[in-house]
């Protein structure tokens, strides 16, 4: 039986579990890892273990962390997407090295991935054109977006879009700070800082991940939605396999890729502390829409 009693909101989960269901759970941990990490003799180096969400069982992990849903899924007419410029590739690119992208943020227990995504290359975006990198504030996109779920999950479409519809302001964080749940949205006078987008573009690079890679040097990080499931138990390497749930569930921000190796692979910047992963980023193999990663990609313009 996998029941848990009840307890506090953000408590220590594994502290109120009855013994038998304890065992259970690590059993089942370690049956995942051991599966995941069977790949490893097919070239894969990516691999599995015990990290922060290994006192979850997988459903409980995916209701709380996977709040991605999709939207004008998964095509996207050619109207209105703006065109790509062609440029060479080089065989490394990653905008953190130009310092304007901010360190990864912690989503808790918020399924807010869709707004940390969003927030994100907004944020990469201004200091792209030079002005300075603050941290803007996830908490009102996740309080405000009338067509999106706050902690309950959302559209990375969708918070883009509502921004450019409403031209609302994104203030700073400091501002409006983040809480991991939702609030009543708080407006600003008109006469306030901050900053709106001028347009996004959505666009479905399933068959074309250097065209991908272009978007990415020309335009800033990407938004993308991806199949994160197996991504409970993920401590390092490039993810190659078990991407197996079928459905895009979590959102991400792509700040580079790396073809220098054997695996080219891109480099995810994720919203789950700096704990998790490489640092809070995962390698992602380039080629083969690995975990779905080209079928959803949004650029933002400030």
């Known amino acids: 039986q996998r029941e848990r009693s009840q307890q506090p909101r953000g408590s220590c989960c594994c502290c109120f579990l009855d013994i038998k269901s304890l065992f259970s759970l690590f059993q089942e941990s ?29 459903e ?3 209701a709380l962390y996977l709040g991605s849903k999709p939207a004008w899924s998964p095509r996207y007419p050619a109207a209105g997407q703006t065109p790509i410029p062609n440029v060479s590739l080089p065989l490394r690119f990653d905008w953190r090295d130009k310092h304007v992208v901010n360190q990864v943020r912690n989503q808790k227990m918020c399924g807010g991935c869709w707004a940390f995504s969003v927030v994100g290359a907004i944020e990469s975006a201004c200091a792209i054109q030079g002005k300075p990198l603050d941290y803007l504030s996830v908490q009102q996109v996740i309080d405000c977006s009338f067509n999106n779920y706050g902690c309950s999950g959302g559209s990375p479409l969708g918070a883009l879009s509502w921004l450019n519809k409403t031209q609302m302001k994104l203030v700073e964080d400091s501002e409006y700070p983040f809480k991991a749940e939702n609030g009543l949205c708080r407006y600003f006078p008109r006469s306030q800082s901050g900053v709106s987008i001028k347009n996004f573009s959505a666009y479905d690079f399933s068959d074309q991940e250097d ?3 272009k978007a990415l040097l020309n335009f800033g990080p990407l938004v993308v939605i991806v ?3 197996s991504w409970q138990d993920y401590l390092g390497g490039i993810i190659q396999h078990h991407c197996s749930s079928g459905e895009a569930n979590h959102a991400v921000l792509i700040t580079g890729f790396d073809k220098t190796g054997n695996t080219p692979y891109w480099m995810v910047r994720n919203s789950w502390g700096n704990s998790w992963g490489i640092e809070g980023y995962a390698h992602v193999k380039m080629g083969g829409n690995v975990c779905g990663i080209a079928d959803s990609v949004s650029v933002v313009f400030v």
């Open 30 to 58: 370690l049956n995942r890892h051991r599966y995941l990490n069977s790949f490893s003799h097919e070239n894969s180096t990516a691999f599995y273990g015990i990290n922060q969400f290994s006192y979850l069982f997988p």
């Open 211 to 213: 065209e991908m890679a």
């Open 227 to 229: 199949d994160a499931v």
């Open 60 to 62: 409980e992990f995916k």
